[in-house]
């Protein structure tokens, strides 16, 4: 189970920090994501983190502005958004590719690659 958390309302230049709680299992060796779907549009990957915490994607508009991190002891995985922007309104899913890959695999920023999803936590930025 995913449990995100975090969300809220800011204004453009603000920052949050979602956080995501797994349980029921570890996902120490899994790949751990974060996918936003803002309203009418189609949820789109926003970051990842590997098995090697060093490894990380982001898809380019959050880059620069975005952090991925996770703590492996804890079993979560965070998401800290700077220079928040409108257009980052959405709701925002934390989610695990749990497929075991060798630790330096790229990681996959497929939809589809992600097995384990949590419920949304909605980020609302205005201007």
């Known amino acids: 189970q995913l449990q995100a958390s975090g969300g809220g309302s800011v204004q453009a230049g603000g920052s949050l920090r979602l956080s995501c709680a797994a349980s029921?299992?570890?996902?120490?060796?899994?790949?751990m994501g974060w996918f936003r779907q803002a309203p009418g549009k189609e949820r789109e990957f926003v970051a990842a983190?590997?098995?090697?915490?060093?490894?990380?994607e982001y898809t380019d508009v959050v880059k620069g502005r975005f952090t991925i991190t996770r703590d492996k002891a804890k079993n979560m995985v965070y998401l800290q958004m700077n220079s928040l922007k409108p257009g980052d309104t959405a709701v925002y899913f934390c989610?695990?590719?749990?497929?075991?890959?060798?630790?330096?695999?790229?990681?996959?920023?497929?939809?589809?690659?992600?097995?384990?999803w949590g419920q949304g936590t909605q980020v609302t930025v205005s201007s």
């Open positions: 983190i590997g098995r090697m915490s060093t490894m990380t």
């Open positions: 989610a695990v590719d749990s497929r075991y890959r060798i630790m330096t695999a790229p990681i996959s920023t497929e939809l589809t690659s992600f097995d384990y």
């Open positions: 029921g299992r570890s996902f120490s060796n899994a790949v």
